[in-house]
């Protein structure tokens, strides 16, 4: 193991997190350096091989090194740093848990990831993260993930009965012992029933950065929410590039201890405590008003700023094209049919480029798996809250809608949360650190926080969620922040649709996107207002 990577002094009960460079740039450093020798050459492209001096006898090859290795460092120093952004490095990890993909790897824009989902694919209970804890406290734990991990079992047997009913709603003539009902209500089970399973269950992924963004990760991997799995995840990532790329550590900087973050020196100076967390909640719950999303800020002209923003496309004054007229060509699909493609090309699409200037600011509190599926939209960012100081002290969660169609299933659920915190709670009795008991929090956890959006990418985003097959806290949530723009917006949010309407309005056929996994029903032909949904 290289020297500047070190092996924490602890590590955790459970399988250790497996991390593999799967793919990577030839010379990914050599190819930083040649970006920005290029910047400033005369004689045309500097490639990678010419920084390395291949070719070359050794003494030479030596001298292009050390100069390699000088002007990275001056320029990483001068804050130089999109040269480091071009070079990849594909990861495939295992054995981490669901905490650290949505506090840490899936908490800001710069990735690409595709991880199991525990909505489609069951969930293994012996693939849990344990922390490092003493023979009692390990055994409270312990208990806790059964307890959970059974829950879990036991729900997704109990809810078929549910599922199998709302199922045979939408597809009135599916036969019910058939196999694709068979397998869709099992799925549907599951992914109902996986809301009492713990952040801690262990995911599997493929995790794809840039060099610039792994070396952010070194440097800030010991921050909350989970900073021990973060430095021992981490460390391994940047261990496997620096076998393949040694000269990195040219530029690779220590991480920041714990305690000296921000955020662990601001927390501590509040001297939070569970009583002002209570407060909190009870706050920021009432300021929603019944709602999943609230909106609360948004561009007050932004529709004469959309419609003035296409007229400049075009070079055209307000005689030539009204407000109505300008916001039409922009959303409306049988206009910009762009908006009718399965591909994405609005950032690619000069007129589409006017949605950008509109914003709007929603608060909402979804649960963590919700929000896992909700940050995968990192286009759309939010101001995420450290979980464990805020939900530890007692139950607070949120209940799945269809487990509220069975008033017994219904207690099971709110039974298997209390135990869930009943035993946090005695873990800090025990002295066993937040962060460490945190991983006993369900997925159903509340989440609470304020996200924001430009049109643009908030239309996209409400493309994507508005449709039925869409995870239904995000689906619910997606509803509720389009309903609200309507109000302030009506010319904006009458456009804000799921796929097959958008592309309904454009003639492209078929009208559903999903083939197989259409959802059952014609949204197309209903209006926002009249979207409802269980499953």
């Not at 804000?496 to 309904?504: K, N, S, V």
Request: glycine share 4%; hydrophobic share 35%; with cysteine.
């Amino acid at each position: 193991m290289p020297d500047l990577i070190e092996t924490p002094s602890q590590t955790f009960l459970s399988a250790e997190p497996k991390v593999t460079l799967v793919n990577s740039f030839a010379k990914p450093f050599d190819n930083a350096v040649a970006t920005a020798r290029t910047c400033y050459s005369s004689k045309g492209i500097v490639t990678a091989e010419q920084v390395a001096g291949e070719g070359l006898d050794e003494t030479k090859q030596e001298e292009r090194r050390q100069r390699r290795d000088e002007l990275a460092q001056s320029i990483y120093k001068a804050g130089h740093h999109t040269t480091l952004q071009h070079a990849h490095f594909q990861f495939a990890l295992e054995n981490v848990s669901r905490q650290f993909i949505w506090s840490f790897l899936h908490s800001h824009p710069f990735y690409n990831s595709e991880q199991v989902s525990q909505r489609y694919v069951t969930v293994n209970p012996t693939q849990m993260a344990i922390p490092p804890l003493p023979g009692p406290a390990a055994e409270v734990y312990r208990k806790a993930l059964a307890l959970q991990t059974q829950a879990y079992e036991e729900l997704t047997e109990s809810l078929k009965p549910l599922v199998e009913r709302e199922y045979l709603q939408r597809f009135k003539n599916s036969d019910p012992k058939g196999k694709k009902v068979l397998v869709a209500v099992q799925k549907k089970s599951q992914e109902v029933a996986r809301y009492v399973l713990p952040v801690a269950a262990f995911a599997y992924l493929y995790h794809t950065v840039s060099g610039l963004t792994l070396l952010r990760y070194w440097r800030l991997c010991q921050t909350f929410d989970a900073p021990l799995e973060q430095r021992l995840v981490v460390g391994k990532m940047v261990e496997a590039v620096l076998q393949e790329a040694p000269a990195y550590k040219a530029i690779l900087e220590q991480p920041m201890d714990f305690a000296t973050t921000p955020e662990a020196q601001m927390y501590e100076g509040f001297h939070a405590n569970d009583s002002t967390h209570k407060a909190f909640r009870e706050e920021f719950d009432a300021s929603l008003g019944g709602r999943t999303s609230r909106l609360v800020d948004y561009s007050k002209e932004g529709e004469k700023m959309l419609a003035a923003s296409v007229r400049e496309v075009f070079g055209l004054p307000s005689s030539a094209l009204s407000d109505d007229a300008a916001i039409e060509l922009a959303l409306n699909p049988s206009k910009n049919k762009y908006l009718g493609e399965t591909l994405n090309v609005s950032t690619h699409s000069k007129v589409s480029r006017a949605l950008f200037h509109p914003h709007y600011t929603f608060r909402k509190k979804i649960t963590h798996t919700g929000d896992s599926q909700d940050q995968r939209h990192r286009m759309t960012p939010a101001s995420r809250p450290i979980l464990h100081a805020l939900t530890l002290d007692e139950p607070d969660y949120l209940v799945p809608v269809l487990l509220k169609q069975d008033k017994a299933l219904e207690r099971r659920f709110a039974e298997v949360m209390d135990q869930s915190w009943e035993a946090i709670g005695q873990l800090r009795k025990m002295g066993v650190p937040d962060e460490f008991a945190a991983y006993l929090l369900p997925n159903a956890v509340s989440v609470r926080f304020t996200e924001s959006a430009d049109l643009l990418n908030l239309h996209h985003k409400h493309a994507m969620r508005l449709c039925y097959n869409a995870q239904e806290e995000i689906w619910q949530a997606s509803v509720d922040e389009a309903q609200q723009v309507r109000e302030v917006h009506p010319r904006i949010g009458k456009w804000l649709l799921p796929p097959c309407t958008l592309r309904a309005y454009a003639g492209t056929l078929p009208k559903c996107p999903e083939g197989e996994r259409f959802c059952g029903v014609v949204v197309w032909k209903k209006d926002l207002n009249e979207y409802q949904r269980v499953i």
